[in-house]
């Protein structure tokens, strides 16, 4: 996706949301489409919610930190009908086991968690959170 043009990006990210409509597992298949996207270093200041890209900028700068692919798969879980209804938040802190930056998205009762270039569903709560962010609706 990486070596399109905007509107090449934006074609192939509307097909990915619309096949999380329907598939068996959407979240899972939102992390695979920004695992297979290149990481850059950090790209965003955590620390300011409002400098953060708007879902289509996201898109249009093509680059993708660590958060910036927690928050496109934010991003692209909220943007279809099934997860319309649900309440996004994401976490950023520190995990006290292996004492390193975890980001986390909470779909209402559902946790998965970013370590390092991987992501686990899970419900323990190793973490040290320094931020929470309540994802606004987007319409």
């Not at 965003?44 to 953060?52: G, I, K």
């Not at 900028?57 to 958060?67: A, D, G, S």
Request: charged fraction near 25%; glycine fraction near 2%; aromatic fraction near 10%.
């Amino acid at each position: 996706m990486v070596d399109k043009n905007y509107y090449q990006r934006l074609k192939i990210w509307q097909q990915l949301r619309k096949t999380l409509e329907t598939c068996i597992d959407p979240i899972q298949d939102a992390i695979d489409f920004f695992d297979r996207l290149p990481i850059s270093s950090i790209a965003v200041d955590l620390d300011r919610q409002s400098t953060w890209p708007s879902p289509w900028l996201l898109i249009e700068e093509n680059v993708y930190c660590r958060f910036l692919k927690t928050l496109g798969i934010c991003y692209s879980l909220q943007l279809t009908e099934r997860f319309s209804s649900s309440n996004f938040e994401i976490h950023i802190g520190v995990d006290k086991e292996i004492n390193d930056l975890v980001y986390k998205i909470i779909i209402d009762t559902q946790s998965i968690s970013s370590y390092n270039d991987s992501w686990v569903l899970n419900n323990k709560d190793n973490m040290i959170v320094q931020s929470i962010i309540k994802m606004p609706k987007i319409n």
